[in-house]
């Protein structure tokens, strides 16, 4: 029963965030001659040639994508998803726009809040998506392709695709149109990245220390905080040196440094960033 509830919520994610992607399309973007990148901004530039339907040139564009993915990447819950999200995605793209209530011409002329909504609500739906598992087909599916065939990173991966399609833009609806779309691709991936990993950045801490005893109690403590004690060995001085590590948040940085100077001014502290701490103190951790 947990496994087909997990699966209900995966659905539903994925359509709930192709429903955003679709908005933001419609609503921010196609009104701006922002090209979004993609399987999708390809269509963009057709449409405005031909007056061809988006949704049916984003679904038609997918299909050889769609064998590239089984080809290389396989799995039925790859098949499955992928198809849900394209299919659902393409279908509201010309959907939204023959609804009486939607305002197909765009809610403003600035060309800046165009961009920012439009990256900030398809930011939204690409993250939501990611979270049911899925993925939004077309640059997605490349991406995926050259990161497992080539070993292209998929930050790579995304910018070679997006980009190429962005800068064609340019000489179909203009160089400022297409500037502010690239402004839309980064901030999106970062709403994305967001949605998809939670807003839940915490800070790790490595601290090298003659007195762990002291500053594990203060931690404990005034922080609240968990401390893992680790045996390390001076490259140099070849002498024993014991090293905390901790996991606190961003808040929590400024006392860190304050308990580990008053305890022992000649410490050494790094504090790194983690995108996520699951278990006791923070989010539990469950099964994605």
């Known amino acids: 029963m947990r496994r087909i509830w997990r699966a209900v919520r995966d659905y539903v994610l994925i359509i709930a965030g192709a429903l955003l992607q679709a908005i933001a399309l419609r609503l921010f973007l196609v009104p701006a001659n922002l090209a979004s990148g993609g399987v999708t901004g390809i269509a963009q530039l057709i449409h405005h040639f031909t007056a061809w339907p988006i949704g049916l040139m984003v679904l038609l564009g997918n299909v050889p994508m769609f064998v590239l993915g089984l080809r290389f990447l396989g799995g039925r819950r790859f098949v499955l998803r992928t198809a849900i999200a394209v299919g659902t995605y393409a279908l509201l793209t010309d959907a939204l726009v023959v609804m009486p209530f939607f305002p197909a011409a765009g809610i403003t002329d600035d060309i800046l809040l165009n961009a920012l909504y439009g990256a900030i609500v398809s930011g939204?739906?690409?993250?939501?998506?990611?979270?049911?598992?899925?993925?939004?087909?077309?640059?997605?599916?490349?991406?995926?392709?050259?990161s497992h065939w080539r070993g292209v990173s998929m930050t790579q991966s995304y910018l070679m695709v997006d980009t190429a399609v962005i800068l064609a833009a340019g000489f179909v609806f203009g160089w400022k149109e297409a500037l502010y779309a690239l402004i839309a691709l980064y901030v999106s991936g970062l709403v994305a990245e967001t949605t998809l990993e939670g807003g839940g950045t915490v800070r790790t801490a490595m601290i090298v220390t003659t007195r762990p005893q002291e500053i594990t109690a203060r931690v404990l403590t005034d922080l609240e905080r968990g401390v893992t004690l680790l045996e390390g060995t001076g490259g140099y001085s070849k002498t024993a040196?014991?090293?905390?590590?901790?996991?606190?948040?961003?808040?929590?940085?400024?006392?860190?440094?304050?308990?580990?100077?008053?305890?022992?001014?000649?410490a050494f502290l790094v504090i790194g960033t983690a995108h996520e701490a699951l278990g006791e103190g923070f989010k539990p951790l469950q099964r994605p």
Not at 135 to 146: C, F, M, P, Q, V
Not at 247 to 256: D, F, G, H, N, W
């Open 124 to 146: 939204v739906g690409y993250g939501l998506v990611y979270r049911g598992r899925g993925t939004s087909g077309g640059s997605d599916i490349l991406a995926r392709i050259l």
């Open 241 to 266: 040196r014991p090293v905390l590590y901790c996991v606190i948040t961003r808040a929590e940085v400024s006392q860190l440094k304050s308990v580990v100077h008053e305890e022992d001014p000649g």
